[in-house]
């Protein structure tokens, strides 16, 4: 609760720093005037939504898989029922109350040496452009994230700890401003809903980036003939973009719509976000003409007013890919899967 209190006490401080251009999440930002006036606007959503949400949950205060739910979580959560939606749906409040007093008894035990100091070396690499988590705030988030990254490390040792589980975990406890919620959401999302993602031969990942070149063959032909020119190509272009979930790929306020609805829909989510990127913007891509150039145009795709405007975003994830089921995509893991498990025991 303390931790809350004074984060809440911060956030409200900084919106008032105008000089220091930092937003409502402690972020330093260089598009602050774009942001504000695209926020001047978005506020009118955010209270609309924050009143059909209290109306919703008035009627069934538990949070249930339905149409109705599903609908709303599509037009955006609520800043303050963020925490409580994401555990609910995404299961780690059950597992939370599962298994009490777990996090802290990971947290007691004694703790791995080269798991501790890989996760110390990453720490003061984290959000080095937020006020929040440098190591002279007050309260700095240093600790909480140490804390949330070493229970982790202990209780899921397949994975122990890898680059980018530490963004993921600092934009927990951002938005939950809980270290037990922030470790059981970590759960969840490492461990049920992008599973193989962070293991160290990261399968899932090296699939998903299969599944999307495929799936952009079908959506967006012509830049999957492009594609093909270059081996390899989209590991280099996405991994960014799956490993960290778009954390600091896309704009705070989009990348919290986007995870509002992958804690309820699951990974494919992610996959209609890049398609989204990718076919909105076919004809810059087309104009690439070498490596160098996809490289380039696959940054500038995830900037500017079209990433920025997140509920307009939003909207266009779920109609401009066209159809996409979970069938689909398990098919396709299934069959890449496969095929990368004879390529890499054939090179062993």
């Not at 598009?31 to 924050?50: I, K, Q, W």
């Not at 925490?83 to 008894?105: D, F, K, R, V």
């Not at 996760?119 to 804390?147: G, M, Y």
């Amino acid at each position: 609760m303390m931790m809350e209190r004074e984060m809440k006490g911060r956030a409200a401080q900084t919106l008032t720093c105008g000089s220091e251009r930092i937003d409502p999440y402690g972020f330093r930002r260089h598009d602050f005037d774009s942001y504000t006036e695209m926020m001047n606007e978005y506020v009118a959503v955010l209270n609309r939504r924050s009143m059909r949400w209290s109306k919703l949950l008035q009627e069934t205060p538990q949070i249930e898989k339905n149409l109705t739910v599903k609908r709303y979580v599509r037009k955006g959560v609520p800043n303050e029922l963020r925490a409580t939606i994401w555990m609910a749906a995404s299961g780690a409040q059950e597992q939370l109350e599962s298994n009490p007093h777990y996090y802290q008894s990971l947290l007691a035990i004694e703790h791995d040496p080269k798991l501790k100091d890989t996760i110390d070396a990453d720490i003061h690499r984290t959000f080095p452009d937020n006020v929040l988590f440098q190591s002279k705030a007050e309260p700095s988030l240093q600790k909480a994230l140490n804390n949330v990254l070493l229970a982790y490390g202990h209780h899921n040792k397949a994975v122990g700890y890898c680059q980018g589980m530490n963004f993921i975990a600092g934009y927990l406890i951002l938005v939950t401003k809980d270290e037990e919620k922030s470790f059981w959401l970590m759960d969840a999302l490492l461990g049920r809903i992008l599973p193989d993602y962070y293991k160290p031969a990261m399968l899932g990942l090296k699939t998903d980036h299969e599944v999307l070149g495929e799936l952009v063959k079908v959506k967006a032909p012509a830049i999957g003939q492009l594609m093909d020119q270059f081996p390899g190509i989209w590991t280099l272009v996405v991994s960014r973009w799956f490993i960290c979930l778009y954390i600091d790929i896309l704009p705070i306020e989009t990348v919290l719509r986007i995870w509002d609805c992958l804690f309820y829909e699951g990974s494919k989510v992610i996959f209609r976000v890049a398609l989204t990127l990718i076919v909105h913007h076919q004809p810059e891509i087309l104009r690439a003409r070498s490596l160098g150039d996809v490289c380039t145009c696959f940054k500038e795709i995830t900037c500017g007013a079209f990433t920025l405007d997140c509920h307009a975003f939003m909207q266009k994830i779920f109609s401009e890919p066209g159809s996409l089921s979970m069938a689909t995509i398990e098919r396709l893991r299934e069959k890449y899967r496969q095929r990368i498990l004879v390529e890499e025991s054939g090179q062993s």
